[in-house]
C-alpha cells in the first residue's frame, strides 16, 4: 500500500532562515504531491500542488521540488517568519486519483 | 465564495445519543469528505461522496452514517459513539469539474467532537 513519510515532527528555525521539510513516499508513483498548512484546531489550508512532470514550483517564499527518482519532495519556506509556524502536511493523490492520503506533518515553530 | 462551513464547532455527547455533523459549500464543488483528526496525527480519510453519491467507505463503523442530501450539503450522523472516537471531524470539497484546478481540497474548520 502507499506510504507517506514527513521525517520530522518538529522543527525549529530562527525567523529570517530558511525551512526545508522533507516528504518521503514509496510503493508507488502519485500523479501529483500536495501541500497544506495546519493551525492548531483549524482546517489544512491547500499551499500548493506539484506534478509528476514538473522539477519545481514557487509561490511567493514557498518552493516545493519533486525528484520523482528519489521518491521524495522538499517544501522550502524562505526568510521565515514567526507567523509561518505551523503544521505543514505533505499529501499524495491515492493510486485511483480518488482521495488524498496525508503525512504525519511537521510542525515548525520560528522564533523572532 | 471560497468557504467550507461546518456546525457545530464543538460537540459534546454521551455514548448512547444521537447527534449530527453538518457541513456546507456553495463552491459548486461534486467531491465531498469526511476526514477524522486526532490530536498529534494526519487526517484520516472516512468517506467520499461525488456527485451525491457515496463512492468511498474507508470501512468506518456503521456508528458513523454519512449522507450528502444535495450538492452543497454532506452530514455525518453519528449513534452510539464510543470515547475514543472523540476527534477533530473535518469536512472538504474539491472541484470535480475545472481541468485547470490543483484538485485542492477545500477544509471546513472542522467539528470538535467529544465522547463522553
Known amino acids: 500500500s502507499q506510504k507517506i513519510e514527513q521525517n520530522s515532527e518538529a522543527l525549529n528555525i530562527q525567523e529570517g532562515k530558511t525551512a526545508t521539510l522533507t516528504c518521503n513516499y514509496t510503493?508507488?508513483?502519485?500523479?501529483?504531491l500536495q501541500w497544506y498548512r495546519q493551525d492548531p484546531g483549524r482546517g489544512p489550508v491547500f499551499l500548493l500542488l506539484i506534478r509528476e512532470n514538473e522539477k519545481e514550483k514557487r509561490k511567493e517564499r514557498l518552493k516545493v521540488t519533486f525528484d520523482t527518482t528519489l521518491k521524495q519532495s522538499l517544501f522550502h519556506i524562505t526568510a521565515s517568519q514567526p507567523a509561518d509556524s505551523a503544521t505543514y502536511l505533505c499529501a499524495l493523490v491515492n493510486q485511483a486519483g480518488t482521495a488524498l492520503i496525508f503525512g504525519k506533518g511537521t510542525t515548525l515553530s520560528v522564533s523572532s | 465564495d471560497t468557504e467550507v462551513t461546518q456546525t457545530p464547532k464543538h460537540l459534546v455527547m454521551g455514548m448512547t445519543n444521537k447527534k449530527s455533523l453538518k457541513c456546507e459549500q456553495h463552491m459548486g464543488h461534486r467531491a465531498m469528505y469526511w476526514y477524522k483528526q486526532k490530536a498529534k496525527k494526519p487526517p484520516e480519510l472516512m468517506f467520499v461522496?461525488?456527485?451525491?453519491?457515496?463512492?468511498i467507505n474507508e470501512s468506518v463503523p456503521s456508528r458513523f452514517s454519512p449522507e450528502c442530501p444535495n450538492s452543497s450539503l454532506l452530514n455525518l450522523h453519528l449513534h452510539a459513539l464510543q470515547p475514543e472516537d472523540s476527534a477533530l471531524y473535518l469536512c472538504a470539497s474539491r472541484n470535480t469539474l475545472s481541468t485547470r484546478s490543483n484538485n485542492e481540497q477545500f477544509f471546513g474548520p472542522g467539528t470538535r467532537l467529544t465522547v463522553l
Open positions: 461522496y461525488s456527485y451525491e453519491k457515496l463512492s
Open positions: 510503493n508507488y508513483s502519485p500523479a501529483y
